[in-house]
């Protein structure tokens, strides 16, 4: 693991900061001057702490990724904000405590959604999303969340070609589970089994969802 605050002094006017593997262990409030950022990579390092407050100067972030690393506490409300965002992933952390769906209904850019904790401690909520999402997502996934029903918003998704909700405590009515299997026809299925959750799994190839 090495420092490299040189790098950031040089990257202090880009837009994009790319793959900064094994900085440190804390994000550098060096990062933070970069006001212009639009993408912001940072998978697979070793973060520790909460996502810094200053994230939020990053009005024009269209990427974000700052998966496979230690970051913990709760997410910051201010990913609400990211209004140009169009890939966001927190997977692979260890966040806590509560985290509203409502934060992203008005990302109207919005791609792609990674969350996943290792904590165990991360329970995902739905609130005021009741009109769905204002952007057409076409991937989602919501692992290892405490996710206890499928999410409403779900149901207006007519882009998704991924849908990960795996590792949760995931139940659903007869009828919710036939509205989703409605949502995205025509494909091939597989049947996957869960303790929770019988449900029918597209093949390779196709859209796929998957709850286990």
Known sequence: ???SPFLVEELVSASIVYALTFLCASITAGICRLEQLQELRL???????????CFSRFSKLRVLDLSSNHLSGKIP???SDFKSMEY???LDNDFEGLFSLGLITELTELKVFKLSSRSGMLQIVETNVSGGLQSQLSSIM???????????FLW???EL?????SNNIL???PLGCWKITQSFRPCCYRTTHSKHLHFQEPCAGCRFWIFR
Do not use: A, W
Request: with cysteine.
């Open 142 to 152: 919501l692992s290892h969340c405490n996710l206890g029903k499928i999410p409403g």
């Open 43 to 53: 998978s697979r390092n070793r973060f520790e702490g909460e996502i810094p407050l």
């Open 156 to 158: 207006y998704q007519q």
């Open 161 to 165: 070609r991924v849908i990960d909700l």
């Open 1 to 3: 693991m090495t420092n």
């Open 88 to 90: 966001l992933s927190l």
């Open 77 to 79: 409300y201010f990913i």
């Open 171 to 173: 139940s659903c009515s």
